[in-house]
Nanobody, 121 residues
Framework: QVQVIESGGGLVQPGGSLRLSCEVSGSTLAISAMGWYREPPGHQRDLVATITDGGTINYADSVKGRFTLSRNNAGNTIYLQMNSLNPEDTAVYYC???????????????WGQGTLVTVSS
């Protein structure tokens, strides 16, 4: 069974940094785009950053210049380096991956369980 597994959330002071990781585990035939969304308390889930299998990266305006998204050479893990964090970045961060699981013929979008990032003094 293919799973999307996030890690790296936690409590950080304003101005601090955190690094989130997201790994696609299990047997897949293909992985295309991956990305991060976040859901602040009482708000909808919004895009943070995405990366295609070709390496094209898209950032939300609110994180440009502060967050950096990268992907490993195997293409199954992405990293979100978050710098200059502020309280408005507090949210549950969700990873999404578009994969073709082994034995399947089409892409499926899979979400992780989410990881909480709290920015507070």
């Amino acid at each position: 069974q293919v799973q999307v597994i996030e890690s790296g959330g936690g409590l950080v002071q304003p101005g601090g940094s955190l690094r989130l990781s997201c790994e696609v585990s299990g047997s897949t035939l293909a992985i295309s785009a991956m990305g991060w969304y976040r859901e602040p308390p009482g708000h909808q889930r919004d895009l943070v950053a995405t990366i295609t299998d070709g390496g094209t990266i898209n950032y939300a305006d609110s994180v440009k210049g502060r967050f950096t998204l990268s992907r490993n050479n195997a293409g199954n893990t992405i990293y979100l380096q978050m710098n200059s964090l502020n309280p408005e970045d507090t949210a549950v961060y969700y990873c999404i991956a578009y994969v073709v699981p082994a034995g399947e013929r089409s892409y499926q979008s899979l979400w992780g369980q989410g990881t909480l990032v709290t920015v507070s003094s």
